[in-house]
T-cell receptor, first 110, second 112 residues
Framework: GEDVEQSLFLSVREGDSSVINCTYT??????LYWYKQEPGAGLQLLTY?????DMKQDQRLTVLLNKKDKHLSLRIADTQTGDSAIYFC??????????FGPGTRLSVLP | SQTIHQWPATLVQPVGSPLSLECTVE??????LYWYRQAAGRGLQLLFY??????ISSEVPQNLSASRPQDRQFILSSKKLLLSDSGFYLC???????????FGPGTRLTVT
């Protein structure tokens, strides 16, 4: 079946690293994504990783994929108040199907 | 570059009234188009997707319908709104053969 799970809340202090975790169930996923949603706005694609990769780094963002455990994480280095948002993990299965997790609300404390 | 528009941005409608939300995409041809609903504090639920003009697939049975009258236009409709139709409606597009899905700014619908 298709199911993507995330913790619903995460709080970190400004300047610390944030790690948002995600687990998925379908091993046939081709791509896995992280989206950011700021209040009242649509979803912004942050980064994605192909399922045959273990890690992808893009400036302050690091994505780690453990395909054996079906675990995806997003690490944000030097977290800033502007990083406060909801972060969605998503997997792309075959065809048109994108499955999204419930989102993790990241709060950055001063 | 590609741009995706949605309107209206916000909408308050009474129960039983009709609904029409519009999504248009610029800068691409023959995109795959999607309608999602995000209930308050929850994740995204895929409602409909379309791979071409007049081609609509529904993911969940519901009170809503979708149409694609033009290549880059996707419309979400209802004949009679229910209270449970309240939510944040997001349109998204993806180019065929591409793995990135891009979202519009969303429409917040409140049914009273």
């Amino acid at each position: 079946g298709e199911d993507v799970e995330q913790s619903l809340f995460l709080s970190v202090r400004e300047g610390d690293s944030s790690v948002i975790n995600c687990t998925y169930t379908d091993s046939s996923s081709t791509y896995l994504y992280w989206y950011k949603q700021e209040p009242g706005a649509g979803l912004q694609l942050l980064t994605y990783i192909f399922s045959n990769m273990d890690m992808k780094q893009d400036q302050r963002l690091t994505v780690l994929l453990n395909k054996k455990d079906k675990h995806l994480s997003l690490r944000i280095a030097d977290t800033q108040t502007g990083d406060s948002a909801i972060y969605f993990c998503a997997e792309a299965l075959g065809g048109q199907n994108f499955v999204f997790g419930p989102g993790t609300r990241l709060s950055v404390l001063p | 570059s590609q741009t995706i528009h949605q309107w209206p941005a916000t909408l308050v409608q009474p129960v039983g009234s009709p609904l029409s939300l519009e999504c248009t995409v610029e800068g691409t041809s023959n995109p795959n188009l999607y309608w999602y609903r995000q209930a308050a504090g929850r994740g995204l639920q895929l409602l409909f997707y379309s791979v071409g003009i007049g081609q609509i697939s529904s993911e969940v049975p519901q009170n809503l319908s979708a149409s694609r009258p033009q290549d880059r236009q996707f419309i979400l409709s209802s004949k009679k709104l229910l209270l449970s139709d309240s939510g944040f409606y997001l349109c998204a597009h993806r180019d065929p053969g591409d793995y990135e899905q891009y979202f519009g700014p969303g429409t917040r619908l409140t049914v009273t």
